[in-house]
């Protein structure tokens, strides 16, 4: 099976900008999805983050505050402008507020993976534990063996070598 074509750079940061625009936090993951979609081919993992990174990021919008919502009833005067931009404000704190929430759920699952990897090391060494204890106390007593065994043998070789004549 041979490899689609290699997209061009060009064509990549383009669909960013094209996805920044529709999604104000753009994850490699969505942008691949969409190369997938488009071109068959999701890219090389790092050469999308690369380009991710490197392409000039769209300038920051900044949702507004609660006062800037007006009431809107049924019979309300406002102009379907003024609501679809309050619609689209509306939906770019939704947005952002989805953006913080995965950012947090992805840390506390990183955070949850980490203490069961703790957890789990933990378990092997309290496992591990009597076993090395055992070990150590069998050492200890093979090694006061011979200590007395090395005692015993002093003595007879002292027993055995004639005085000293002086």
């Known amino acids: 099976m041979s490899r689609p074509p290699r997209l061009p750079d060009a064509t990549i940061l383009g669909l960013i900008d094209e996805l920044r625009g529709q999604h104000p936090v753009l994850?490699?993951?969505?942008?691949?999805?969409?190369?997938?979609?488009?071109?068959?081919?999701?890219?090389?993992?790092?050469?999308?983050?690369?380009?991710?990174?490197?392409a000039p990021a769209a300038p920051p919008t900044r949702a507004p505050g609660r006062h800037a919502i007006a009431e809107v009833s049924p019979d309300s005067s406002a102009s379907p402008g003024d609501l679809h931009e309050q619609l689209q404000h509306a939906l770019e704190r939704a947005a952002l507020a989805e953006h913080r929430e995965e950012h947090h759920q992805a840390r506390w699952a990183g955070e949850i993976h980490s203490l069961r990897?703790?957890?789990?090391?933990?378990?092997?060494?309290?496992?591990?534990?009597?076993?090395?204890?055992?070990?150590?106390?069998?050492r200890s007593r093979e090694l006061a063996a011979a200590f007395h065994r090395i005692s015993n043998l002093e003595e007879e070789l002292l027993r055995l070598q004639p005085p000293d004549v002086l």
């Open 27 to 54: 994850t490699g993951t969505r942008l691949r999805e969409e190369l997938t979609r488009r071109h068959g081919s999701p890219c090389g993992v790092a050469r999308i983050y690369r380009l991710l990174h490197s």
């Open 117 to 138: 990897e703790q957890a789990q090391q933990h378990r092997e060494a309290a496992r591990r534990l009597p076993i090395l204890e055992r070990d150590l106390q069998d």
